[in-house]
Each structure stands twice: as C-alpha cells, then as structure tokens.
C-alpha cells in the first residue's frame, strides 16, 4: 500500500512541474499588458493582476506538493548514494519553501523593486531557491550515473549547463546595460532556466516507476 502511493505520487510530480510552466500561459490573458518575454512569472501574483489569488494559492500548494513528493523521493535516490539523496532532499526543500511557498504568502509587487516587507520577504525567498534548484539537474546527473543511466546522466548536466546560463542571463536581464538587448528578456530566461531544472527531474519521476509490490 505505501508503495503504491509513494509511486502514485510520483506519477504526480512530472505533472506539477509540468503545471508550473503552464499556468502563466493561462492565467496571463487576463492581466492586461503583461508579457511572457519580458516580465516574470511572479508578476502574476501581484495584486493587481486579476487572478492573482489563484496563482499565489497555486505557489503554496505547488510548495507543499514538492515537498511531500521530496519525502518519497529520498528512498529512491538514498538506494544509490546517500549524499546526492541528502543535497538533492535539501535543494528540493528549500527551492519549495523560499521560490514556492514563501513567494506564494507574500506576493511581489508589478516590478522586481523590493519596496515592501511583502516584496522582499518574496525576492529573497524566490532568489534563494532559485538559486539552490540551479544544482538539481547536476545532482540529478550524478545520481543517473550511480544508477547506470548513462544516456539521462548526460542529459541532465547538459540540462544543468543550459540552466546556469539562462539563470544568469535572468539575472543580467534587468540591468541598465543590458535594456534594449535580447538579454534584457528576463522572462524568457526565467522559464527557460526554470524548463532545463525541472526536466531532469521529470526524467528522475519517470525513470524510477517500478512495479508495486502487492
């Protein structure tokens, strides 16, 4: 029976992931000037955005949701190696409480200005589990490489590769220098970022589905 559900949930992971990257998509139609390339996807939880108690509700579920897949998660990766299963744990955690849950309690602003506790306590949050998602696809490839999987292992650090450069550019995106530029796209680089973590994780959901024992 545990089996089952700890399987179960899994199914369910890749598709929460999946969802995150989707839902701006749905809910942007109805904020009026907003821009996939060129704001980020926060920008719908303001409280000027029509739906935003929608989105922010879907942060802290999507938090939760993380976090209690992470707990079914561990065992998987613990099988293979029990440092990449104890960062892997705490990255996944803190990516759920700071960027997800936190960010979802207290929404940013229409602008990236950290100008209210409310804003702030969501800048640090989100940039702090950015931040340690960012070693996720790396992590992920180390342990696909410890299973064996060779092809998913390189992969996921190219994945990591591509995740490091579209998080920089993000960061880069909003600065003066850089206004007038492709680079100054930072919503286009947070998603793309955000696609090349979850993907290797997607690939660690789906690898790991076995039988459930009776």
């Known amino acids: 029976m545990g089996q ?19 839902l701006p998509f749905l809910l942007a139609p109805t904020y009026r000037g907003y821009h996939h390339f060129t704001q980020v ?19 802290v579920t999507l938090g939760m949701m993380i976090l209690f897949c992470n707990f079914q998660l561990y065992p998987l990766i613990v099988e293979k190696s029990a ?15 700071g960027a997800c849950i936190l960010s979802g309690f207290f929404p940013v602003g229409e602008t990236k200005e950290l100008k209210t506790i409310s804003a702030k306590i969501h800048g640090y949050g989100s940039a702090f589990g950015f931040m340690f998602l960012l070693f996720a696809p790396l992590l992920t490839g180390l342990y696909f490489f ?17 995740s490091v450069i579209c998080f920089s550019l993000f960061v880069m995106a ?5 206004q007038g530029s492709v680079i100054a796209l930072e919503g286009l680089w947070q ?18 589905q076995r039988p459930a024992a009776d």
């Open 174 to 178: 909003d600065k003066p220098a850089f």
């Open 4 to 22: 089952t559900m700890r399987h179960k949930l899994l199914d369910l992971f890749p598709f929460l992931l999946i969802g995150d990257l989707l």
């Open 146 to 162: 410890k299973a064996s999987h060779g092809f998913w292992g390189v992969f996921s650090l190219i994945c990591f590769v591509f």
């Open 83 to 97: 440092p990449i299963a104890v960062m892997l744990f705490a990255v996944l955690c803190i990516y759920a409480a």
């Open 41 to 59: 996807m926060s920008a719908l939880g303001n409280p000027k955005a029509p739906l935003h108690v929608l989105y922010n509700i879907w942060l």
């Open 191 to 208: 998603r793309l970022s955000l696609l090349c973590m979850y993907l290797p994780l997607i690939a660690l959901c789906i690898t790991n």
